[in-house]
């Protein structure tokens, strides 16, 4: 009875029976550490446990096989940049020989040739992998499938049988990974494979190589005139500590110029390469640099055109710097598996105190991934979420991670398509910011439940100075919720709970709460089909709020009598 889900499909199912074995008692709770249903007599012997009831499993479940899915991604992710990696080490070890010895001076060869080089040595490596990555990608199909059918799954059994289905996944996956090749062993056989066929292209390419140093057509690089300025002061200033670049396109081989001179200044602390256009080209060439960069604490590489690769190129070079106070990188496009390839190196950020991913094309899974490298982040006191796409569950696993962060004070979480059941998980973890001043949370869907949890949550924030919680379909009793709450925010200066459809009801109520907001400055109430009653309600208290110099109030039923109160 105490054996583990994982096995005879047929077995699991059958001690999984939703009827206690010892007791003959109904099995109403799923204990996930012992991974058993129980009963109400075997309460005494799971102490401690974490209980689940029949409503609460789905979204255990969920979460166990996404988990398993980011695992299984960061595999291949890994699998891939490891194959780059040998690729890398290679090839420059053997172009750097046939520089040598054709000619000292030779620093760069011809593009053509190393690209010959480049596909051979990729080719040489990807023949291994890819006996084991389309395995790992099958299994990835299976839970992503697995993941569908829970959504039809209507009874306590259909549910514990998709989570014995994940463990026999789960121990197809291990099957698999213990055929792959330990690191050393693939690196060498990697080697080994094709050095042989690299050695014969450089010989067949020799002669090629010697006609183009005798024309003097080597490969320079193409630095822009105002970069080429840029160099020329960084070279000036060999303690340099603040270099700002932002707003300045890059173009051709501006990345690499800079990436040769910054790694030579130690000094640099603060880095500001705001829209920039460098792409993924651009920011690989300049990653190793900055890892070289140690006493780096502000770096900037927001609106830069960053996807997958080149966060792929960059988590190694982030990992090195453990001086980092503040990242920001929103408005690239590294999406969840970009997030999967940055997480383990932001869990070493531990100096951080600002984070901006606002904008970076994330989901629930890039948020699985991330959760726990946010929980290490104890310094943080901004965090900026915006307009991702995380939904319930990826708000869900970042409540537990946020809850660390007692130091809080900016967290903007605004465009994130989050339910009531997220805002729910997000509002236990709110009320723990004490110092929060910012809470950014418009533009998801939390409806009714979700303003009333969120209305108990901040409660506890006295610090507060600045809401935002427009168009979340809160309606009339999720405005009466909030404003409860809202009346206790003695340091409020600005409150936007606009395009929520609260009418008269909810703006009655918020004319109470906003009446004891003697510091407020900025009112924002549009869209939310208030009428006459409601309108002169909040007109009488906004009489009273005299440092308030901006009311936003369009797009409501005011008629004469409203409009006079208002004047």
Do not use: W
């Given at each position: 009875?105490?054996?583990?889900?994982?096995?005879?499909?047929?077995?699991?199912?059958?001690?999984?029976?939703?009827?206690?074995?010892?007791?003959?008692?109904?099995?109403?709770?799923?204990?996930?550490?012992?991974?058993?249903?129980?009963?109400?007599?075997?309460?005494?012997?799971?102490?401690?446990?974490?209980?689940?009831?029949?409503?609460?499993?789905?979204?255990?479940?969920?979460?166990?096989?996404?988990?398993?899915?980011?695992?299984?991604?960061?595999?291949?992710?890994?699998?891939?940049?490891?194959?780059?990696?040998?690729?890398?080490?290679?090839?420059?070890?053997?172009?750097?020989?046939?520089?040598?010895?054709?000619?000292?001076?030779?620093?760069?060869?011809?593009?053509?040739?190393?690209?010959?080089?480049?596909?051979?040595?990729?080719?040489?490596?990807?023949?291994?992998?890819?006996?084991?990555?389309?395995?790992?990608?099958?299994?990835?199909?299976?839970?992503?499938?697995?993941?569908?059918?829970?959504?039809?799954?209507?009874?306590?059994?259909?549910?514990?049988?998709?989570?014995?289905?994940?463990?026999?996944?789960?121990?197809?996956?291990?099957?698999?990974?213990?055929?792959?090749?330990?690191?050393?062993?693939?690196?060498?056989?990697?080697?080994?494979?094709?050095?042989?066929?690299?050695?014969?292209?450089?010989?067949?390419?020799?002669?090629?190589?010697?006609?183009?140093?005798?024309?003097?057509?080597?490969?320079?690089?193409?630095?822009?005139?105002?970069?080429?300025?840029?160099?020329?002061?960084?070279?000036?200033?060999?303690?340099?500590?603040?270099?700002?670049?932002?707003?300045e396109p890059m173009q051709d081989d501006d990345s690499i110029a800079l990436a040769k001179e910054i790694k030579e200044h130690k000094s640099l602390a603060h880095l500001?390469?705001?829209?920039?256009?460098?792409?993924?080209?651009?920011?690989?060439?300049?990653?190793?640099?900055?890892?070289?960069?140690?006493?780096?604490?502000?770096?900037?590489?927001?609106?830069?055109?960053?996807?997958?690769?080149?966060?792929?190129?960059?988590?190694?070079?982030?990992?090195?710097?453990?001086?980092?106070?503040?990242?920001?990188?929103?408005?690239?496009?590294?999406?969840?598996?970009?997030?999967?390839?940055?997480?383990?190196?932001?869990?070493?950020?531990?100096?951080?105190?600002?984070?901006?991913?606002?904008?970076?094309?994330?989901?629930?899974?890039?948020?699985?991934?991330?959760?726990?490298?946010?929980?290490?982040?104890?310094?943080?006191?901004?965090?900026?979420?915006?307009?991702?796409?995380?939904?319930?569950?990826?708000?869900?696993?970042?409540?537990?991670?946020?809850?660390?962060?007692?130091?809080?004070?900016?967290?903007?979480?605004?465009?994130?398509?989050?339910?009531?059941?997220?805002?729910?998980?997000?509002?236990?973890?709110?009320?723990?910011?004490?110092?929060?001043?910012?809470?950014?949370?418009?533009?998801?869907?939390?409806?009714?439940?979700?303003?009333?949890?969120?209305?108990?949550?901040?409660?506890?924030?006295?610090?507060?100075?600045?809401?935002?919680?427009?168009?979340?379909?809160?309606?009339?009793?999720?405005?009466?919720?909030?404003?409860?709450?809202?009346?206790?925010?003695?340091?409020?200066?600005?409150?936007?709970?606009?395009?929520?459809?609260?009418?008269?009801?909810?703006?009655?109520?918020?004319?109470?709460?906003?009446?004891?907001?003697?510091?407020?400055?900025?009112?924002?109430?549009?869209?939310?089909?208030?009428?006459?009653?409601?309108?002169?309600?909040?007109?009488?208290?906004?009489?009273?709020?005299?440092?308030?110099?901006?009311?936003?109030?369009?797009?409501?039923?005011?008629?004469?009598?409203?409009?006079?109160?208002?004047?």
């Amino acid at each position: 009875y105490q054996r583990r889900v994982h096995g005879d499909l047929q077995e699991d199912m059958e001690a999984l029976m939703p009827i206690c074995k010892e007791h003959g008692k109904e099995c109403l709770l799923y204990c996930t550490q012992c991974k058993r249903v129980i009963c109400p007599n075997c309460m005494q012997f799971h102490e401690g446990h974490i209980k689940l009831t029949e409503k609460e499993l789905p979204k255990f479940v969920k979460q166990e096989a996404y988990k398993l899915l980011v695992e299984e991604k960061a595999k291949i992710m890994k699998m891939r940049s490891d194959e780059l990696t040998v690729e890398e080490i290679v090839v420059n070890n053997y172009i750097k020989s046939m520089t040598e010895d054709i000619k000292r001076s030779l620093t760069n060869l011809e593009e053509a040739i190393i690209s010959s080089i480049q596909k051979e040595a990729r080719n040489a490596i990807f023949a291994q992998n890819d006996k084991v990555v389309p395995q790992y990608v099958a299994k990835n199909n299976e839970i992503s499938t697995l993941l569908e059918e829970l959504k039809n799954a209507t009874t306590f059994k259909d549910i514990l049988l998709k989570y014995a289905q994940l463990g026999k996944i789960k121990s197809d996956i291990d099957g698999i990974t213990a055929k792959v090749p330990k690191e050393e062993e693939k690196m060498s056989g990697g080697v080994n494979c094709f050095v042989g066929k690299i050695k014969s292209i450089l010989g067949s390419a020799s002669v090629q190589i010697a006609h183009l140093i005798t024309k003097d057509e080597r490969h320079t690089i193409k630095v822009s005139e105002k970069m080429s300025k840029h160099i020329e002061a960084i070279k000036k200033d060999p303690k340099i500590s603040k270099l700002e670049l932002d707003n300045e396109p890059m173009q051709d081989d501006d990345s690499i110029a800079l990436a040769k001179e910054i790694k030579e200044h130690k000094s640099l602390a603060h880095l500001d390469l705001l829209a920039n256009n460098m792409g993924n080209e651009g920011v690989t060439a300049l990653a190793p640099a900055l890892g070289e960069l140690k006493s780096l604490t502000y770096l900037d590489i927001r609106s830069n055109e960053i996807g997958i690769e080149g966060a792929i190129a960059l988590a190694p070079a982030m990992k090195e710097l453990q001086s980092l106070k503040i990242l920001y990188m929103g408005n690239n496009n590294i999406g969840n598996e970009g997030a999967i390839a940055l997480a383990p190196a932001m869990k070493e950020l531990k100096s951080l105190t600002a984070l901006d991913i606002y904008k970076i094309g994330i989901e629930s899974e890039g948020m699985i991934a991330l959760a726990p490298a946010i929980k290490d982040l104890k310094a943080l006191t901004e965090f900026v979420l915006s307009v991702n796409n995380i939904g319930n569950e990826g708000a869900i696993a970042l409540a537990p991670a946020i809850r660390e962060l007692k130091l809080l004070a900016n967290f903007c979480i605004d465009g994130n398509n989050i339910g009531n059941e997220g805002a729910i998980a997000l509002a236990s973890a709110i009320k723990e910011f004490k110092f929060l001043n910012r809470l950014a949370i418009d533009h998801n869907n939390i409806g009714i439940e979700g303003a009333i949890a969120l209305a108990s949550a901040i409660k506890e924030c006295k610090s507060l100075t600045i809401l935002y919680i427009e168009d979340n379909n809160i309606g009339p009793e999720g405005a009466t919720a909030l404003a409860t709450a809202i009346k206790e925010l003695k340091l409020l200066v600005e409150l936007d709970i606009g395009n929520n459809n609260i009418r008269n009801e909810g703006a009655i109520a918020l004319a109470a709460a906003i009446k004891e907001l003697k510091l407020l400055t900025i009112l924002a109430i549009p869209y939310n089909n208030i009428g006459n009653e409601g309108i002169m309600t909040l007109a009488g208290a906004i009489k009273e709020l005299k440092t308030l110099t901006n009311l936003f109030m369009t797009n409501n039923c005011i008629g004469d009598e409203g409009a006079i109160a208002l004047a």
